[in-house]
């Protein structure tokens, strides 16, 4: 079973430090998507890629923030000069344009901890 | 401003009752509703979905209604089984922005014996 992966599932950092995630996705799909969850909220969207192209940032995605997926397949996000705000948990999903209603597909997640 | 909601935080029920997961939203613009199991420790997992233009999507044990003029949708779950406990979330998609999900809060369920 080839679903979603992420790297690492947990993160412990100093505030100030960068951290960089990694998100593969289901092989054939063509679309990514990073999402962020903090407790007791449900996930919000951050960014997404068709392809190699960063279609859409969310609001949330701050200038410390940074994604790309330069070949199409994996996608890494960065956040630079962490703060405990950033603390959450970092979903990805994928999905496959034109196929249905493009179902996102999610990954375990990266959970972020800023002390 | 919260465009899905879920209200009840938390509903328990017994196994082999029905349960029923309630959401409501505020955009007009959406029309495609999803629902999500999350267990502790992964991700959400995709459940069932419903496009605006029906009213009722069935598989196997679980169904969603959606009602426009309310904007509410909900998701029943029978029988309830003990492996139904999660949290599950309610999302949206509108047609102008055919990618990004809105999410609920969530509903935590938990199927009792």
């Known amino acids: 079973d080839t679903g979603v992966s992420q790297d690492p599932r947990h993160k412990i950092t100093k505030r100030g430090q960068n951290v960089t995630f990694r998100c593969d996705p289901i092989s054939e799909h063509n679309r990514l998507y990073w999402y962020r969850q903090t407790l007791g909220q449900g996930p919000e969207f951050l960014t997404y890629?068709?392809?190699?192209?960063?279609?859409?940032k969310s609001r949330l995605l701050s200038d410390r923030f940074s994604a790309e997926r330069p070949k199409g397949s994996f996608s890494t996000l960065e956040i630079q000069r962490t703060e405990q705000g950033d603390s959450a948990m970092y979903l990805c999903?994928?999905?496959?344009?034109?196929?249905?209603?493009?179902?996102?597909?999610f990954g375990p997640g990266t959970r972020l901890t800023v002390l | 401003d919260q465009q899905v909601k879920q209200n009840s935080p938390s509903l328990s029920v017994q196994e082999g009752r029905i349960s029923i997961l309630n959401c409501d939203y505020t955009?007009?613009?959406?029309?495609?509703f999803l629902w999500y199991k999350k267990y502790p420790a992964e991700g959400p997992t995709f459940l069932i979905s419903i496009s605006s233009i029906k009213d009722k999507n069935e598989d196997g044990r679980f169904t969603v209604f959606l009602n426009k003029s309310a904007k509410h949708l909900s998701l029943h779950i029978v029988p309830s089984q003990p492996g139904d406990s999660a949290v599950y979330f309610c999302a949206a998609r509108s047609t102008g922005t055919a990618s990004k999900l809105t999410f609920g809060t969530g509903t935590r369920l938990q199927v009792t014996l």
């Open positions: 999903a994928s999905s496959l344009l034109g196929v249905g209603y493009n179902e996102q597909f």
């Open positions: 955009n007009s613009m959406f029309d495609y």
């Open positions: 890629f068709q392809n190699e192209a960063q279609l859409e």
